[in-house]
Nanobody, 121 residues
């Protein structure tokens, strides 16, 4: 069974930076889409960034120009570099993989445990 382990969250001042990572553990064959979501207090979970198996990226307007999503296929890992952080970026961040765990298996939708990002002076 594929599990996603997140790290990199924490407390940072406005204008600061954080780098989140999310690595898949266990057997895995291929990861098609890697995504980052976030859920702020009182708000619905929103899609922040997406990266495809071909390396194409897409961002929410609110983070465009400040956040960068990248992937390391050899390590089955996705990263989210967050710069110029704002208080409104405060949320629990979740990674999400659309993946096939092993050859011949069914595709699945996998979620990380979430990591807290707090932007405050």
């Amino acid at each position: 069974q594929v599990q996603l382990v997140e790290s990199g969250g924490g407390l940072v001042q406005p204008g600061g930076s954080l780098r989140l990572s999310c690595a898949a553990s266990g057997s895995i064959f291929n990861i098609f889409y890697m995504k980052w979501y976030r859920e702020a207090p009182g708000k619905q979970r929103e899609l922040v960034a997406t990266i495809t198996s071909g390396g194409n990226t897409n961002y929410a307007d609110s983070v465009k120009g400040r956040f960068t999503i990248s992937r390391d296929n050899a390590k089955n890992t996705v990263y989210l570099q967050m710069n110029s952080l704002k208080p409104e970026d405060t949320a629990v961040y979740y990674c999400n993989f659309d993946a096939i765990s092993v050859p011949g298996s069914f595709p699945g939708d996998y979620w990380g445990q979430g990591t807290q990002v707090t932007v405050s002076a």
